[in-house]
């Protein structure tokens, strides 16, 4: 249990915990993170809600269990009981693909996760995520060299609804 002005050590592990986003809807608190609980650098997203404006926190949740490799700069959003995360994910090769899950039950699970941008010629920034209802968008800003540095920006958009 937290008090006002009480830090809460969520991911509570011997390994590294990087890159913490934060999504509220009413009173539930979203957290999602990247984790190297085994320090291996084989960094996965994990996840965290509470049903009670942060008082208490369910489990740890590992977002995108169903996908091999080195996960990073994850984002999330929430509207209501719906929480969505959408993160970079690299393979074997080094190559970059953006992902995406949804919870519609608050976090306690996540869906198979879903492939939304996927290109070995390029680098991508953090996805950025929105919502409203069971409607979610994703802006991820490119950069077209993973050799070069990136001299201009450039986006592609998703966008998911359930209708």
Known sequence: MSSKGEVMNLSDNAGDTLLPELAISSTNVHAVWDDDTNETQ??????????????TFLDTTMVGADIQGRATEPDISSSGRNVYVAWQQWDENDDMDIF????????VSFH??????????????S???????????????????????CRGRFSTAFRLSRQ
Do not use: H
């Not at 995406?100 to 039950?105: H, L, M, N």
């Open 42 to 55: 084989e960094f996965r997203i994990l996840s965290k809600s509470s049903p009670d404006c942060g008082a």
């Open 100 to 107: 995406f899950a949804r919870s519609d039950d608050g976090g």
């Open 112 to 125: 198979s996760s879903l492939k939304i941008y996927g290109n070995p010629v390029t680098r991508g920034s």
């Open 127 to 149: 996805p950025q995520l929105t919502s409203e209802g069971s409607d979610v968008s994703s802006i991820i800003d490119l950069c077209p060299s993973m050799l070069a540095p």
